[in-house]
């Protein structure tokens, strides 16, 4: 089945230490968007690709980058993780003039 | 801008109890409207859409109308299950290019047996 993979679902890293999660899809969407998520609290979008062009919210910190080498895959590398960023993260996909994103099973980062 | 308004959980249920959880928006143009469901630890699964004014979207029992007269998109169940003790949000994308999704708050719902 066509679908987004988040890899790995649970990773624990050390504080200060950089990581890096990564996402891959097989719909060919050329949209992909990544979401931190707190404990109860809704996702927030952090940044999105629109092809290759990187689209930053305005409120994202700069510790936060992203990668997307080919339309297949997308990375997100926090530089510098503090214990404030310890969240689900969702990857997401979509394709230009669908009306919906399809969401990874997340990856839940703890920070130690 | 856009915003997602549902209501404030936890929500406790007997099982085979009837289920609402009010979701209501605001935006520009013609959203589509979802609900998501998230279960313990998992990601996000899409549930029900609804992509037009007066649209049902159903699934699993669940079921949705897009009511563009009184901005809502109400999520309802006739008979709830044990299993469907979860985190409900509601949400919209905007349609255009790319389809940034705004969430709402989320409505965490407990069914005891």
């Known amino acids: 089945d066509a679908m987004v993979i988040q890899n790995p679902r649970y990773q624990v890293t050390q504080f200060g230490k950089p990581v890096t999660l990564s996402c891959s899809q097989t719909?060919?969407?050329?949209?992909m968007y990544w979401y931190q998520q707190k404990s109860s609290q809704a996702p927030k979008l952090l940044f999105h690709?629109?092809?290759?062009?990187?689209?930053n919210e305005a409120d994202t910190p700069d510790n936060f980058q992203s990668r997307r080498p080919n339309t297949s895959f997308c990375f997100l590398d926090i530089r510098s993780p503090g214990l404030g960023d310890a969240a689900m993260y969702l990857c997401?996909?979509?394709?230009?003039?669908?009306?919906?994103?399809?969401f990874g099973q997340g990856t839940r980062l703890t920070v130690v | 801008g856009d915003s997602v308004t549902q209501m404030e959980g936890p929500v406790t249920l007997s099982e085979e109890a009837f289920l609402t959880i009010n979701c209501t928006y605001t935006?520009?143009?013609?959203?589509?409207l979802f609900w998501y469901v998230q279960y313990p630890g998992e990601g996000l699964q899409l549930l029900l859409k609804?992509?037009?004014?007066?649209d049902k979207g159903s699934n699993k029992g669940f079921e949705a109308t897009y009511r563009k007269e009184t901005t809502s998109f109400h999520l309802e169940k006739g008979s709830v299950q044990v299993s469907d003790s979860a985190v409900y949000f509601c949400?919209?994308?905007?349609?255009?290019?790319?389809?940034?999704?705004?969430f709402g708050t989320g409505t965490k719902l407990q069914v005891i047996p």
């Open positions: 997401a996909t979509s394709r230009t003039g669908s009306t919906e994103a399809f």
């Open positions: 719909l060919n969407h050329n949209v």
């Open positions: 690709y629109y092809d290759k062009d990187f689209n």
């Open positions: 935006a520009t143009g013609y959203p589509s």
């Open positions: 609804a992509t037009k004014a007066d």
């Open positions: 949400a919209l994308t905007p349609g255009g290019g790319y389809q940034k999704v705004t």
